[in-house]
T-cell receptor, first 110, second 114 residues
Framework: SQQGEEDPQALSIQEGENATMNCSYKTSINNLQWYRQNSGRGLVHLIL?????REKHSGRLRVTLDTSKKSSSLLITASRAADTASYFC??????????FGQGTELSVKP | GAGVSQTPSNKVTEKGKYVELRCDPI?????LYWYRQSLGQGPEFLIY????????DSGLPNDRFFAVRPEGSVSTLKIQRTERGDSAVYLC????????????FGPGTRLTVL
């Protein structure tokens, strides 16, 4: 069964706007990761935040983690049409398996 | 270097048939994972290998599903007596190690059971 829940399920914005996606999870984690998927194939790893970190940046991506609330957010700044994809959070459990959320479908209109 | 590759990219089969899905991990990666993704859902964990042994197969839905990694590199996911509900994209990932290493995913195999 999947652990994470993502919000919103779908997000439509204009190019140049920021996109924020949220993720909640249920159990203790080692780290939380965000992935991107185009056209239902090929998951691409975006960023990893460890359980003892609160915020992390990578280019136009900013991830926050609140372990007390068991939640994370992914912010994409200055979005581009090429950012259109599905975004998944995934929590890493002991032993190495990833538990994915249902994903947020982002559409960036030019 | 080369990423994770999966073959075939698409597989159409009939209910009741046997299928094998292959995964070639990134060279040197000791951990290998299989996930299954249904339409509109996130990937669901099936099994992972550390070396040749299955370290956790708790995600395999039933005994029709089996996976091997005999030499610690290539892995094959085997599905017996396929059912229509097995239709999904089967994703493979590898990482340098378990317990925190970034997992690199292959493009997946889209299985359709008619």
């Amino acid at each position: 069964s999947q652990q994470g829940e993502e919000d919103p399920q779908a997000l439509s914005i204009q190019e140049g706007e920021n996109a924020t996606m949220n993720c909640s999870y249920k159990t203790s984690i080692n780290n939380l990761q965000w992935y991107r998927q185009n056209s239902g194939r090929g998951l691409v790893h975006l960023i990893l935040i460890r359980s003892n970190e609160r915020e992390k940046h990578s280019g136009r991506l900013r991830v926050t983690l609140d372990t007390s609330k068991k939640s994370s957010s992914l912010l994409i700044t200055a979005s581009r049409a090429a950012d259109t994809a599905s975004y998944f959070c995934a929590t890493l459990l002991r032993g190495g398996k990833l538990i994915f959320g249902q994903g947020t479908e982002l559409s960036v209109k030019p | 270097g080369a990423g994770v590759s999966q073959t075939p990219s698409n597989k159409v089969t009939e209910k009741g048939k046997y299928v094998e899905l292959r995964c070639d991990p990134i060279s040197g990666h000791t951990a290998l994972y299989w996930y299954r993704q249904s339409l509109g859902q996130g990937p669901e964990f099936l099994i992972y290998f550390q070396g040749t042994g299955a370290a956790d197969d708790s995600g395999l839905p039933n005994d029709r599903f089996f996976a091997v990694r005999p030499e610690g590199s290539v892995s094959t996911l085997k599905i017996q007596r396929t059912e229509r509900g097995d239709s999904a994209v089967y994703l493979c990932a590898s990482s340098e190690r378990t317990s925190g290493g970034t997992q690199y995913f292959g493009p997946g195999t889209r299985l359709t059971v008619l």
